[in-house]
T-cell receptor, first 114, second 112 residues
Framework: AQSVTQPDIHITVSEGASLELRCNYSYGATPYLFWYVQSPGQGLQLLLKYFSGDTLVQGIKGFEAEFKRSQSSFNLRKPSVHWSDAAEYFCAVDPYSSASKIIFGSGTRLSIRP | EAQVTQNPRYLITVTGKKLTVTCSQNMNHEYMSWYRQDPGLGLRQIYYSMNVEVTDKGDVPEGYKVSRKEKRNFPLILESPSPNQTSLYFC???????????FGPGTRLLVL
C-alpha cells in the first residue's frame, strides 16, 4: 500500500550531537516531499521541501534533507542539535504533485539530552 | 499578520450535538485543508478545497462536512459527533501547488 513511514517513534540525542530522522515513502513517481516540525502545543511549521533538482535541500533552523530516489527516502539531518530542537517532526508527501492530497508520516518525537 | 485562525481552540461536547469549527486565512490562499492528528497516526487529511465551491474528500472524511463559500473561510462541520472524533484538528492553507502550507494553531475536541 502507498504510505509514508517514519520508523523511529522517539529519538533522544545529546545537545550538540548530530541528528538524522528517517523517512521512506512507497509512491511510484517522485512526489513532492516535505518536513514539518511541531513544537509542543503548536501548529506545524515547514522546515524544508523538495520538488525537483538538487537532491540536497537546505531548510530553516539549520536543517537539511537529502532525497535518495533509489531508496525512496528523504531523511532529515542536522549537524548539531540545540535544546530548542526538541519537538515532533513529520515527513509528508504529496504523491500526485497536485497539492490535493498531502500524506503525513506518523511522526518522530525528538528529545534532547542536556 | 499573515495567519490561519481557528475557533474554538478547545471544545468539549456530547455525542450527537452538532458543532462547527471555523477556519479563516487572511493570505488570499486558494487551497485549504482540514487534518486530524491522533497519537501514533500523524496527521490525516479530512477534506480539502482547491478554491471557492470546490471541495473534495481526503483520507478520513466520514462524519465530517465542509463548505467553501468564501475564499478565506473553510469551516469544518460535525453533524453528529461521536467519541471517535475526539482529536486535535488543524486547518491549513496554501497559495496552491508547490507552495508551503500554513497551519492554524489547532482545535482540541473532546466528544463525551
Amino acid at each position: 500500500a502507498q504510505s509514508v513511514t517514519q520508523p523511529d517513534i522517539h529519538i533522544t540525542v545529546s545537545e550538540g550531537a548530530s541528528l538524522e530522522l528517517r523517512c521512506n515513502y512507497s509512491y511510484g513517481a517522485t512526489p513532492y516531499l516535505f518536513w514539518y516540525v511541531q513544537s509542543p502545543g503548536q501548529g506545524l511549521q515547514l522546515l524544508l521541501k523538495y520538488f525537483s533538482g538538487d537532491t540536497l535541500v537546505q531548510g530553516i533552523k539549520g536543517f537539511e534533507a537529502e532525497f535518495k530516489r533509489s531508496q525512496s527516502s528523504f531523511n532529515l539531518r542536522k549537524p548539531s542539535v540545540h535544546w530548542s530542537d526538541a519537538a515532533e517532526y513529520f515527513c509528508a508527501v504529496d504523491p500526485y504533485s497536485s497539492a490535493s492530497k498531502i500524506i503525513f508520516g506518523s511522526g518522530t518525537r525528538l528529545s534532547i539530552r542536556p | 499578520e499573515a495567519q490561519v485562525t481557528q475557533n474554538p481552540r478547545y471544545l468539549i461536547t456530547v455525542t450527537g450535538k452538532k458543532l462547527t469549527v471555523t477556519c479563516s486565512q487572511n493570505m488570499n490562499h486558494e487551497y485549504m485543508s482540514w487534518y486530524r492528528q491522533d497519537p501514533g497516526l500523524g496527521l490525516r487529511q479530512i477534506y480539502y478545497s482547491m478554491n471557492v465551491e470546490v471541495t473534495d474528500k481526503g483520507d478520513v472524511p466520514e462524519g465530517y462536512k465542509v463548505s467553501r463559500k468564501e475564499k478565506r473561510n473553510f469551516p469544518l462541520i460535525l453533524e453528529s459527533p461521536s467519541p471517535n472524533q475526539t482529536s486535535l484538528y488543524f486547518c491549513a492553507s496554501s497559495p496552491g501547488v508547490k507552495e508551503t502550507q500554513y497551519f492554524g494553531p489547532g482545535t482540541r475536541l473532546l466528544v463525551l
